[in-house]
């Protein structure tokens, strides 16, 4: 008779036991399998060769990183999508701050003066060699 009432508690337990953080397998590898497509297909969008792609995402499943660079390179050649160009580049760790500025390509177009900014009476402040504003 005992046994009989163990059995639905335990039952219970075992059905809770993602809510008290035990990870299933199964769910793990399927959430492993869509970042490696993600990641492709970011690199194949991105312009990256597949070689890079794997360099620069070690962790990441070697074939699901092919299927989705593949998946995403059949997909831009069907709709004549172009590559799209990072806008940022990597910093420097060599480098302090100040000295390596990211790059970023602004939304107003460089006017004549070459002040790329939309305000004409109130200017950027300049910055000095320290990396301080004046």
Same mark, same amino acid.
């Given at each position: 008779m005992r046994n009989k009432l163990l059995l639905p508690i335990f039952l219970v337990i075992l059905v809770g036991c993602e809510q008290i953080g035990i990870e299933d397998p199964t769910k793990i590898a399927a959430a492993r399998e869509a970042e490696g497509r993600a990641v492709g297909s970011a690199c194949r969008h991105s312009g990256r060769a597949l070689e890079?792609?794997? =360099?620069?995402?070690?962790?990441?499943?070697?074939?699901?990183?092919? =299927?989705?660079?593949?998946?995403?390179?059949?997909?831009?050649?069907?709709n004549n999508i172009e590559v799209v160009t990072p806008q940022f580049q990597k910093a420097d760790k060599n480098k302090p701050a100040a000295a390596n500025p990211v790059a970023i390509e602004e939304a107003a177009p460089a006017k004549k003066d070459g002040t790329s900014h939309s305000d004409d009476s109130k200017p950027l402040p300049a910055a000095k060699a320290d990396g301080k504003v004046i």
């Open positions: 890079d792609c794997y =360099t620069l995402n070690p962790k990441a499943l070697k074939a699901a990183v092919f =299927t989705g660079w593949r998946d995403m390179d059949a997909y831009m050649r069907e």
